[in-house]
């Protein structure tokens, strides 16, 4: 069983920053590509950034400038630095990752959830 975990969200008022954290635990072999993922009210889910195990990186236009995502493999975490942020950046965010298990399978994992709301 592997799983991640998300924390950081919360209220923010326009032009300010979040920093989002998500941790894979269980039975885990390697931690390959992790990203973040959002979704606004009535809107489809959607890719925010992304990174490799190796640490190349990529952005979707939006945020890009505005938001870095990186990660510590020694603790198999990835963290979102948002700042900059408008009310259009209002979502649940996701955090993604596909996991090697020690059974060696792989599990595309998804967290539950961490709902950012940015608003004055």
């Known amino acids: 069983q592997v799983q991640l975990v998300e924390s950081g969200g919360g209220l923010v008022q326009p032009g300010g920053s979040l920093r989002l954290s998500c941790t894979a635990s269980g039975s885990i072999l390697q931690v390959n590509t992790m990203a973040w993922h959002r979704q606004a009210p009535g809107k489809q889910r959607a890719l925010v950034a992304a990174i490799t195990s190796g640490g190349d990186t990529n952005y979707v236009g939006s945020v890009q400038g505005r938001f870095t995502i990186s990660r510590d493999n020694a603790k198999n975490t990835v963290y979102l630095q948002m700042n900059s942020l408008t009310p259009e950046d209002t979502a649940a965010y996701y955090c993604?990752?596909?996991?090697?298990?020690?059974?060696?399978?792989?599990?595309?994992?998804w967290g539950q959830g961490t709902q950012v709301t940015v608003s004055s």
């Open positions: 993604n990752a596909l996991i090697i298990g020690r059974d060696f399978r792989g599990y595309d994992t």
